[in-house]
């Protein structure tokens, strides 16, 4: 049986929910088809299925939000990953990527395909009372972090330092569709690659891609979906390529980067909400190959 044959989440999930049921997603044979179906994705629901409770449960962490920040604080902690310039690419409408990186780059780009998601980003870094509230991350940041920092601090040195949100498609040899002039640093990359991607050749494809952005030596830092074959962010139902961490650790090892660290986080029962198919999450840091 394949990976992830015979299972309808979906319709459980929908079963009296107060969503509209999602439209079925488009045959996912190429990389035009998933733009075509993220021109339906909805960044408040998305951020509602999961960056809300249960998901964004602070006092445990066991809670899969919690191991992130905690994954990706640990990381900048160990003092091997800084620089001028960060991005982060596919950002999406969430700012929770960035608040350890923050501390250790000059300029933080913020990247997405979707002009929706950059609003929902520029919005918050103006501060509009409107937009999503991120404080109890900022908050369980400072916390974990334990340098005594004040959350409202690092409020404003994120926003101080991301400086430029910019369009990106991982799917072009130039992502960023021109040359920004010089390497990134590092970069983050969160859930993205394996839910813009119709099948494994076109993920490993992104990855060399968003690779050419970074500095050879450069770090990454790497979270995504293990075995997820659907997401939904409102009435949009994305397809999503199943990847394995065998998966993942190939696909990084072909693009030229050595991995430092890979951690798994298996998705309990409780978190498995109807909103995707998730069987865990990866964290990954690696290191792109200095030239020989
Ligand atoms: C699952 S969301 C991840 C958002 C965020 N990074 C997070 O951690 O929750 C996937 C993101 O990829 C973006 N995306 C869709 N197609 C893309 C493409 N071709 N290139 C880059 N990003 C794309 C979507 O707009 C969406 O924001």
Redesign the pocket.
Known sequence: MGRLAHRDPLRRAYKGGSQPRPADPPAMSS?AA??ES?QK?N?RA?LQN??MPPRADFSSEDCVVPW?LRCLAEAFAAGEIHGRTLI???????I??LLSACDHFEEIIA????E??REVLRRWVRGEPSSFDWSPYIRHVCRIEGKGEQWKEKEKKLREKLRQILP?????AE?LGSPLGRLADALV?????E??SPDRPSFER?LRNITALLKPGGHFLF?G?LEESF?L?GEAK?S?VPVSEADVREALGKAGYQIHDFRSYVMPPSLQIGVDDTRGVFFVHAQKQPVA
């Not at 982060?88 to 969430?94: C, I, M, Y």
């Not at 990247?111 to 979707?114: G, Q, Y």
Request: aromatic share 18%; proline share 7%; with cysteine.
């Open positions: 990389t998933v733009r993220y994705f960044p998305y999961n960056y992130k982060d690419v596919g950002s999406g409408p969430t929770y990527q990247t997405d395909f979707l929706v998601n990106i498609d991982v799917h072009q992502p990359s969160t859930f993205c690659l839910a813009v992104a979270i979906a997401y962010a994305l999503v």
